[in-house]
Each structure stands twice: as structure tokens, then as C-alpha cells.
Antibody, heavy 124, light 107 residues
Framework: QLQLQESGPGLVKPSETLSLTCTVS??????????WGWIRQPPGKGLEWIGN???????YYNSSLRSRVTISVDTSKNQFSLKLSSVTAADTAVYYC????????????????WGQGALVTVSS | EIVLTQSPGTLSLSPGERATLSCAAS???????LAWYHQKPGQAPRLLIY???SRATGIPDRFSGSGSGTDFTLTISRLEPEDFAVYYC?????????FGQGTKLEI
């Protein structure tokens, strides 16, 4: 059974860089069938797609966050990571990692497996 | 950029009743890439419906999706206590993933 697990600091100071890692188990991050992505959810609010990555390193980002986001992949560790720079209180959220079937893989265009989420608070 | 607007914001029903949730897209979208999720408190969202009308693995048949173009609907035929949650629609297009703002289904 595929599992995703987020890890990283739960508290980040304003203007610093938020860093999270997602460890994938029960499946290979190097599969040609999937992207791997990040979604966030501010407390009490809705979901926002941040971006996703293919095992080759190709990335796709939400245009509203593109200038501050970097997503990378480490196939040797079956992990992918998120860095969000110059954070403010508005970046306080639960951050989820997820699997995204690509191309004609069913269910294409969805987030079919999710991690449990990691709360990151931006505060001094 | 596609905007998804869900209605109503909150839906108050009782177990055994039928729920109808709507998702309106700001322009016509491919139903192939229209999905629904629900999210219970403290949990990650779970995929319910993909391709506008196909149930994801393990989703009971009381959940059904329909629609095309700009108007999509999620129907829960007979509500079970575990169905009370927040529901999101989501679209994929042009390498961009977009969520609606959510509908809270409450008892």
C-alpha cells in the first residue's frame, strides 16, 4: 500500500525558508505514471495546489507562488521536497504531499494518494 | 485561469436524506479532469469521484457524480453519519490544478 509522509520543522520564522520533505513508501517515485505534488490548507480554509514534480526533475508551479517555490526530487531516497522562501504568516498552513497520476493513467488529473499533512506555523 | 465555485457553502441535512452539491466552472472544462474529494476534520482529503462521474477505488455507490461543460454535481443518495464532511471539487488543465472553495455538509 502506497504511503506518503511529510516531515520538517513545524515552526518557521517570518522571512525565512520553509522546508518539507515527503517520503514515499510502498511504491517508487521513479514511476513514469505519476507526478508528485504539494498542496496546502491554511487553518479553517480551503485547498491550494502549490506545485508538482516528475521523477526526471520537471516541475510545475502555481503561478501565485512560483517566485518563492522550489520542488526537488531525490530518487535514491524515494523522497521529494518543498522549499518556500520569504515566508509570512499567510503561509501558515497544513502542507500535504500527494501522488498525481499523469497522462492517461487513471485517475488522471487527480490527487489519488495523500500524506497525513504537516502543520507549519510562521511566527517569530 | 479556471475558477471553481461551489454551492451551497453549507448544507444542513440528516442521515438518510439525499445531498446535492454543485460545482460551477468559470469556463467550459473537460469532464475528464473534474474530480470530487471529501475531507473529515483532522484528515487529508480523500478522492471520491474522477472524470466527473467515475467512483474512485473503495467509494460506495451512494456517491455519484454528473455534469459537463461548466456545471457539475455530486450526489449522495442516502447520507450516512460518516458522510458529514467538507466536499471539494477540483479541476486539472494546462498543467494547473484548481480547487473549489468547498461545501460543508453538516447534520
Amino acid at each position: 500500500q502506497l504511503q506518503l509522509q511529510e516531515s520538517g520543522p513545524g515552526l518557521v520564522k517570518p522571512s525565512e525558508t520553509l522546508s518539507l520533505t515527503c517520503t514515499v513508501s510502498g511504491g517508487s517515485i521513479s514511476s513514469s505514471s505519476y507526478y508528485w505534488g504539494w498542496i496546502r490548507q491554511p487553518p479553517g480554509k480551503g485547498l491550494e495546489w502549490i506545485g508538482n514534480i516528475y521523477f526526471s526533475g520537471s516541475t510545475y508551479y502555481n503561478s501565485s507562488l512560483r517566485s518563492r517555490v522550489t520542488i526537488s526530487v531525490d530518487t535514491s531516497k524515494n523522497q521529494f521536497s518543498l522549499k518556500l522562501s520569504s515566508v509570512t504568516a499567510a503561509d501558515t498552513a497544513v502542507y500535504y504531499c500527494a501522488r498525481l497520476p499523469r497522462g492517461s493513467v487513471v485517475p488522471a488529473g487527480t490527487f489519488d494518494y495523500w500524506g497525513q499533512g504537516a502543520l507549519v506555523t510562521v511566527s517569530s | 485561469e479556471i475558477v471553481l465555485t461551489q454551492s451551497p457553502g453549507t448544507l444542513s441535512l440528516s442521515p438518510g436524506e439525499r445531498a446535492t452539491l454543485s460545482c460551477a466552472a468559470s469556463q467550459s472544462v473537460s469532464s475528464t479532469y473534474l474530480a470530487w474529494y471529501h475531507q473529515k476534520p483532522g484528515q487529508a482529503p480523500r478522492l471520491l469521484i474522477y472524470g466527473a462521474s467515475s467512483r474512485a477505488t473503495g467509494i460506495p455507490d451512494r456517491f455519484s457524480g454528473s455534469g459537463s461543460g461548466t456545471d457539475f454535481t455530486l450526489t449522495i443518495s442516502r447520507l450516512e453519519p460518516e458522510d458529514f464532511a467538507v466536499y471539494y471539487c477540483q479541476h486539472y488543465g494546462g498543467s494547473v490544478y484548481t480547487f473549489g472553495q468547498g461545501t460543508k455538509l453538516e447534520i
